[in-house]
């Protein structure tokens, strides 16, 4: 019997399109999110303030947030560096359940001539 808190993984499956865009689109959602306090904080600085260099900073730094957010929201996800835990029926850990088998006793059994199939 195997004792291990990490389950034993039949498949190599990728995770779900649908989680998979789920993801994405979060992180599409914060960093266009991070648009809207740096014009706010732009317009209280330089109005507000008068502090135009680092209104023009801030605007600056918004102006290639959309090109950043789809680059990353349109990025693969990251392969796991870990290797999974797999099925091996040769595993000791496992334990010899299984047995081999003899040699076949399949008996041949022929159609005569004279039938159609």
Not at 1 to 21: C, K, N, W, Y
Not at 22 to 45: E, H, N, Q, T
Not at 47 to 67: D, R
Not at 80 to 103: M, N, V
Request: proline share 9%; charged share 20%; net charge neutral.
């Amino acid at each position: 019997m195997r004792h291990q808190d990490t389950p034993v993984l039949i498949t190599g499956a990728a995770v779900s399109f649908e989680e998979e865009f789920a993801a994405r689109r979060k992180r599409y959602s914060l960093i266009m999110a991070l648009r809207i306090p740096c014009l706010v904080l732009a317009g209280v600085f330089g109005i507000a303030l008068g502090w135009t260099w680092v209104a023009v900073a801030l605007i600056v730094a918004s102006v290639p947030l959309p090109w950043i957010a789809v680059l990353i929201a349109n990025d693969a996800p990251p392969r796991k560096a870990e290797k999974p835990s797999r099925y091996r029926p040769d595993d000791p850990q496992l334990g010899s359940t299984t047995r081999a088998l003899g040699p076949a006793t399949h008996e041949v059994v022929d159609m005569p001539d004279d039938r159609v199939a």
